[in-house]
C-alpha cells in the first residue's frame, strides 16, 4: 500500500473547513475516554468501560440505524464485580439517543493514534483542493453528506451488526472520490515500501484507483484475514457517493498544472 505525503495541485484558498475538521477530530479524540491516555490513573478496565459507554452513546450502530432496535442494557463507565470476576456495570440508557445524528457524531471518533493520524492524513492532502472547487459551505454539506452515505450504506449492508461505527473514513473516502473525478491528472507523491520507503510521483487516478480497488476487494471478503474490523463497505460507499456528488463539476474544473521534474529518484524529492 501506498503511503500519499502531498499533492501538486495548488489552491486559490485558504482551507479553512478541512483545518477546522482535523482540529476537531483530533480534540474529539483527546477527550475520548481510555483512548489518548489518562491523567487520573485510571485502570485499564476502569478506561475500557468509560470508552464502550461512550461508543455506545455517541457511535453509530447499523441495528439501531436500519430496525431502531435501542439496546435495553448499556454500559454505565463503572467497574463492578459478578460471578466471573470484575467487569463493565450495565444499565437502562439514562440518555435518549438519536440513531440519525449519531451518524454525524460517529464521523469524529476514532479508535487509535493511528486510525486518526491515517484518516487525517488523507483528508490534509485532498481535502484542501475539493474545498477550493466547491467553496468552504457546500464543502461542508458534501462532507456530511458523503459521511452519511458512508455510514447508512454500511449499515444497509450489516444491518444486524450491534458493532459500533467509529472514524471519519468513510466521509474522507468521498473526498477522495471527489478527487479522482475532478483531478485524475493531479500528480501526488507517494512513499512506496520496496526495502526502504521510495518515494515516486504517481498521478492520482493510480493511487486513488488503487485505493478504490483494495477496498472493495476487502469488502467483498477477499484478503482480509488481517483487516480486523475495518468498516471497508463504508469507504466504498463514500467513495462511490463523492464521485457520484462531484460529477456535474468535472467538466468546469481546471486541470492541475503538470510537473516537469522525474518521477522518482533524487531529483524526485525538488519541489516538495
Not at 485558504?14 to 475516554?33: C, E, K, M, S, W
Not at 439501531?64 to 467497574?79: F, K, N, S
Not at 486513488?208 to 471497508?232: D, H, K, N, R
Request: with cysteine; charged share 10%.
Amino acid at each position: 500500500m501506498v503511503i500519499p505525503v502531498h499533492d501538486v495541485n495548488p489552491v486559490r484558498s485558504t482551507p479553512y473547513v478541512t483545518y477546522a475538521l482535523i482540529a476537531a477530530n483530533v480534540l474529539v479524540f483527546l477527550y475520548t475516554p481510555g483512548l489518548a491516555g489518562s491523567v487520573a490513573g485510571d485502570s485499564g478496565l476502569s478506561q475500557l468501560c468509560h470508552l464502550q459507554a461512550f461508543l455506545d452513546h455517541y457511535a453509530a450502530v447499523p441495528q439501531e440505524l436500519i430496525h431502531h432496535q435501542m439496546p435495553r442494557l448499556v454500559p454505565t463507565g463503572e467497574v463492578g464485580a459478578g460471578a466471573h470476576g470484575p467487569g463493565c456495570l450495565v444499565s437502562a440508557p439514562d440518555y435518549d439517543k438519536s440513531p440519525p445524528l449519531s451518524v454525524l457524531t460517529a464521523m469524529f471518533l476514532h479508535g487509535s493514534w493511528l486510525h486518526l493520524l491515517g484518516n487525517m492524513l488523507f483528508l490534509l492532502i485532498f481535502g484542501n483542493n475539493i474545498e477550493d472547487r466547491l467553496g468552504h459551505v457546500r464543502f461542508t454539506l458534501f462532507y456530511v453528506a458523503c459521511g452519511y452515505a458512508a455510514g447508512y450504506g454500511f449499515a444497509l449492508l450489516n444491518d444486524s451488526s450491534s458493532d459500533p461505527l467509529l472514524g471519519a473514513s468513510g466521509a474522507i473516502a468521498g473526498v477522495l472520490g471527489a478527487y479522482l473525478v475532478l483531478y485524475p491528472r493531479a500528480r501526488v507523491w507517494v512513499l512506496v515500501p520496496f526495502l526502504v520507503f521510495l518515494p515516486l510521483r504517481l498521478p492520482a487516478w493510480l493511487v486513488l484507483g488503487f485505493w478504490f480497488a483494495l477496498q472493495a476487494v476487502y469488502s467483498s471478503g477477499g484478503g482480509v484475514s488481517a483487516a480486523g474490523t475495518v468498516a471497508y463497505e463504508a469507504h466504498v460507499a463514500g467513495f462511490l457517493a463523492g464521485m457520484l456528488l462531484a460529477w456535474p463539476l468535472r467538466r468546469g474544473t481546471p486541470p492541475p498544472p503538470e510537473p516537469r521534474s522525474l518521477l522518482w529518484g533524487r531529483q524526485a524529492r525538488h519541489g516538495w
